[in-house]
């Protein structure tokens, strides 16, 4: 059984990235991931009140593994 994902609508595509190997593919994956989280990012900070500090750091974090996965599997490629 998988765990569950905190943050689904955009862990999914980040996953998805993650576990992408070919070349045109992760490039389409990582920068779907990437506007996903950004979109999130700009969700949250229209209604900073509101936001949640745990997805705000999950967020950073999932944004951090995409540049990693750029920069580690893209310069090999």
Known sequence: ???E?????????LEAAILE???PLL??????AENI???RFQ???AHMETARRHEL???VEGLTIVRILE?????VL
Do not use: G
Request: hydrophobic fraction near 45%.
């Open 1 to 3: 059984m998988e765990p």
């Open 5 to 13: 994902m905190k943050y689904p609508r955009w862990q999914r595509p």
């Open 21 to 23: 190997f070919d070349p």
């Open 27 to 32: 490039r389409a994956k990582l920068a779907n």
């Open 37 to 39: 989280i950004s979109e």
């Open 43 to 45: 969700e949250l900070a």
């Open 57 to 59: 750091l999950a967020l």
């Open 71 to 75: 920069k580690d599997r893209m310069l």
